[in-house]
């Protein structure tokens, strides 16, 4: 994977539009779309397989694919199908989610997620490695073999507080964050990364940072527009433990979502503003940014369509 790549979340009410917004982004530049995943949504992995027999260059990312729901052996069934229609383009990314949706969804036991996932990770890549998985674990079984490797897809997973972005250093292709503050990413999370990779005796893999971007030139729109779209992850006890770790005690405190938490988590301000902070992202050690437009609040359309400009500009640069 090439430096300072940028990637984005498409958009979309169905799936039509949703493959419109990633044939757009393809026609833009812009090197990766990117799809979150979970609950009743749409499935990420079906969708892609759409993306992709319309698409030729863009890099087709999951950000992320649940774990829980989808045992290692069938979304490798269906991984198979990606990196046959994208060759060299598709990624995976795996994560366990979180406790309230996966036990109030799916009625699971949502416990040791971190030992759950490294299982998980490891006999998907076992299986598209070496084609063939005997794996008898705490939490799966897996006795498979396939009729021949699937080389060339990363296998990737979300990350949130230090220990399973040592496991990503350690065993994956990549670290996924999501609404982490840009000071943790650097002090803790790529720390974190380099201590499991070199436990592992292997260069450190990407860190695939979450970078919501609102651009806007008045500073409390941006603001206004950021807390309305990622406030609600103050109040979830995993990513509230984690702002604390970052120096931010209010979401564990009152479940508050604070300005300061804005500027640390968001890039927000005029283009030339943006584009500074995503340089230095990149300078510090970012792999690559998955972009999350946030449109203003008070013009969504055009906002976006803004922001949209502005993400092919740097794709040309």
Known sequence: MSERVIGVVPTGSNATEMLDSIGDLERRGIQAAWLTGGGTGIDTLTLFAAAAVRTERIQLGTSIVP????????????VQVLAQLAEGRFRLGVGPSHKPSMERTYGFDFRAPLSNLREYITIVKSLLDTGQVEFD?????????????????????????????????????????????????????????????????RPTPPLIAHTPICL?????????????????YATIPFYA?????????????????TDAMTEAVALTGTKVEVADQLRERFEWGVGEALVSIVPAINDAAVSRERTLDFLEELAKE
């Not at 433990?241 to 979502?257: D, N, V």
């Open 216 to 232: 806007h030139d008045d500073p409390e729109v941006a603001r206004e527009s950021v807390r309305a779209a990622f406030s609600r």
């Open 67 to 78: 774990t829980w729901p989808r045992h290692p052996i069938t979304a490798v069934q269906q």
């Open 241 to 257: 433990m984690m702002f604390e770790t970052a120096g931010f005690p209010e979401p564990l405190a009152t479940g508050e979502w």
């Open 137 to 201: 674990g705490r939490h799966y079984h897996a006795n498979a073999s396939l009729a021949a490797p699937v080389p060339g897809v990363p296998v990737m997973a979300s990350a949130l507080r230090p220990g399973s972005f040592e496991m990503c250093g350690e065993i994956t292709d990549g670290a996924i964050s999501w609404v982490c503050p840009s000071n943790y990413l650097r002090e803790i999370a790529l720390p974190a990364m380099k201590k499991g990779a070199k436990k592992a005796g």
